[in-house]
C-alpha cells in the first residue's frame, strides 16, 4: 500500500514535469545547493499533493508521516514539498511527541532553501504556534554551525510573527544571528524581522536601527521591506 501511494506521487511528478522549468530550475539555487527536480510548477506540485493526500488521509497519522519519510529520502524538490503539503495537513493532530520527527526531517533531510522554508512557514511554524514552549528549541536551532538549520530557526517564525505572535522571540533569535556572514541565514532571519513588522512596525524599526552598525545590509533590506518610504531612508542612512 505505502510503495503503491509514492510510485503513484512520482508517476503523477514525472508526468507533469515541464522541461522548461527543469532548465530554469538550478538559477534560483547557489552553485552545487541546487536539488534534485523533475521540473514540476510549485502550484502543480500543490495540486498533486492534495490529490494525492486525499487516498491516504485515512490512515494514521504515524503511517502519513511514514509516507513522508520515504519522500524526504529521495532528495526531490518536489517529493519534499509534497511530504510538507500532507504533514501540514495533519496540524489538527500535531501532539508534543511529532517535534522529534520535524526536528529530524529540518537536521537531516533539508538540504537547500526552498526544502528549508516549505517545512518550516507552515508544518514547523504550526506546530510551534500550538506548543508555544517549543519555540525555545528553535533558538538552539539559530546557534547550529549549518546554515539550513540556522534558517530553520528564524523562517518557522514568520506565519505566527505576521500574526503579533512571539515578538521577543523573534528579537532573540535575530540576535544570535544578527552577524551570521551566511546570506541565507541574513535573508532569513532579515524575512522573519520583516514578517514581525506588520504587526508591530516600530519594534522593529527600534531594533533595526540599534543594531545596523552592525546588520548586514543583506539582512536590513529585507527587515525594512514593508516600511514606509520615510522610515526605509533613514534606516539605509550609513
Given at each position: ?33 541546487a536539488p ?46 509534497v511530504a ?101 541565514v541574513q ?52
Amino acid at each position: 500500500m505505502m510503495f503503491t501511494t509514492l510510485d503513484n506521487v512520482r508517476k503523477l511528478l514525472k508526468d507533469n514535469a515541464d522541461p522548461k522549468i527543469l532548465a530554469s530550475s538550478a538559477r534560483y539555487h547557489k552553485e552545487g545547493e541546487a536539488p534534485k527536480v523533475y521540473g514540476v510548477g510549485m502550484a502543480n506540485v500543490g495540486k498533486i499533493a492534495k490529490e494525492a493526500f486525499k487516498q491516504i488521509k485515512h490512515l494514521p497519522k504515524q503511517e502519513i508521516f511514514e509516507l513522508c519519510e520515504g519522500l524526504w529520502q529521495t532528495g526531490y524538490l518536489e517529493e519534499s514539498v509534497v511530504a510538507c503539503v500532507w504533514a501540514e495537513s495533519l496540524h489538527k493532530q500535531y501532539e508534543p511527541a511529532d517535534f522529534k520527527i520535524f526536528e529530524h526531517w529540518v537536521h537531516d533531510c533539508v538540504t537547500n532553501w526552498a526544502d528549508c522554508d516549505t517545512l518550516c512557514n507552515h508544518t514547523v511554524g504550526s506546530f510551534v504556534t500550538m506548543y508555544p514552549e517549543y519555540v525555545a528549541e528553535l533558538k538552539k536551532w539559530a546557534k547550529s554551525t549549518r546554515r539550513f538549520v540556522k534558517r530553520a530557526g528564524a523562517v518557522t517564525l514568520i506565519i505566527p510573527a505576521r500574526k503579533g505572535l512571539f515578538l521577543e522571540d523573534v528579537f532573540e533569535i535575530a540576535d544570535i544571528l544578527l552577524l551570521d556572514k551566511d546570506d541565507l541565514v541574513q535573508k532569513g532571519y532579515g524575512w522573519m524581522l520583516k514578517a514581525a513588522s506588520e504587526a508591530h512596525q516600530k519594534e522593529v524599526f527600534d531594533y533595526v536601527m540599534a543594531n545596523k552598525s552592525v546588520m548586514p545590509r543583506t539582512a536590513l533590506r529585507y527587515a525594512i521591506e514593508k516600511m514606509p518610504v520615510d522610515l526605509k531612508a533613514e534606516a539605509m542612512k550609513k
